[in-house]
């Protein structure tokens, strides 16, 4: 299924180099996913606050950008630097899913609020539908067609229709597209969980 997260490998590759000062600085995986969090609470807050400034809503897309950099190092620091843990598996799923509804939230001064709302809330769904795979015995699911980066980037865009006034009146129908696709994505992660369940037996 197409996704922006066929590009993770590459992304890493180019964040490599920043990972590895990182850690030779001590920082460790944890304190990059709370910074991440950290990060999307504040800029979401700032939105939140001045959104009658829809130039303010051009924070989204550089702010996005930096996140989808931060969980691509914090993972990075976990897996090839020795620093998973038990505490950072909590940290990465349930940052994630608070910084996404802070982050998405502050787009129902550009566009239904309704709309938006459901957004969240099946974004939140399609994250615990891949959770869920390892209690078939299968890996977790980062199946698209609209998994966290492909959200990231679609918001990224909105945020720039938004600050720029362009097409703001096709922000809905946008947003109903990706309501849609997330609905397919939890079908697809659910299926994709139990098919892998069913061939590992």
Avoid: H
């Avoid at 829809?54 to 976990?78: Q, S, T, V």
């Avoid at 787009?107 to 709309?115: N, P, R």
């Avoid at 977790?140 to 959200?151: A, E, I, L, T």
């Amino acid at each position: 299924m197409i996704s922006i997260y066929r590009l993770k490998q590459k992304f890493q590759t180019l964040l490599r180099p920043l990972t590895k000062w990182l850690y030779k600085m001590k920082i460790t995986a944890n304190c990059v996913t709370l910074s991440a969090l950290i990060g999307s609470l504040i800029v979401g807050f700032v939105i939140w606050q001045s959104a009658d400034t829809k130039e303010i809503f051009y924070l989204m897309p550089i702010w996005l950008f930096i996140r989808m950099a931060l969980n691509a190092i914090d993972g990075m620091l976990a897996r090839e630097f020795n620093q998973k843990s038990d505490l950072g598996a909590y940290l990465n799923e349930l940052c994630d899913v608070v910084s996404d509804t802070v982050l998405y939230m502050v787009f129902i001064y550009a566009a239904d609020m309704y709309l938006v709302i459901t957004i969240v809330i099946l974004s939140i769904i399609s994250e615990y539908a891949g959770v869920m795979a390892p209690l078939v015995k299968a890996k977790r699911r980062y199946d698209g067609p609209m998994g966290k980066s492909d959200r990231a980037f679609v918001f990224g865009v909105l945020g720039v229709m938004v600050g720029s006034g362009i097409f703001l009146n096709i922000i809905d129908y946008i947003l109903w597209i990706v309501l849609l696709l997330l609905v397919y994505t939890i079908f697809n992660r659910v299926k994709e969980g139990l098919k892998e369940a069913k061939n590992g037996q």
